[in-house]
Nanobody, 128 residues
């Protein structure tokens, strides 16, 4: 079992930045590909970004939704058992609850069904 806890959400003005963290306990995150998803009010959960696990595919280490490419960056620190989501140039449409998730897949996957463990989420609100 892996327990995931997100932090770093909050209220920020458009154009600002936030860094979300996802800390894991129970098992080493190095064994998992990690993803970030988000869900805005009244909308379905959507893929944001993912990063392959250690030893995973060397050809596609990360993937990003088109809506966040060039603004968001996913990274991982296996020594700290933590995954990060750096969000820059935030827009009001980025407002959502952000969830991190862990998958045993060796490749980067963009569908929520591929992920085995989920955090509780952290709220990000971007004001215009």
């Amino acid at each position: 079992q892996v327990q995931l806890v997100e932090s770093g959400g909050g209220l920020v003005q458009a154009g600002g930045s936030l860094r979300l963290s996802c800390a894991a306990s129970g098992r080493s995150l190095s064994s998992y590909s990690m993803g970030w998803f988000r869900q805005a009010p009244g909308k379905e959960r959507e893929f944001v970004t993912a990063i392959a696990r250690s030893g995973g595919s060397p050809y596609r280490r990360t993937d990003y939704a088109d809506s966040v490419k060039g603004r968001f960056t996913i990274s991982r620190d296996n020594a700290k058992n933590t995954v990060y989501l750096q969000m820059n140039s935030l827009k009001p449409e980025d407002t959502a609850v952000y969830y991190c998730a862990a998958s045993s897949s060796v490749v980067v996957l963009t569908t929520s069904e591929a992920y085995d463990y989920w955090g509780q989420g952290t709220q990000v609100t971007v004001s215009s």
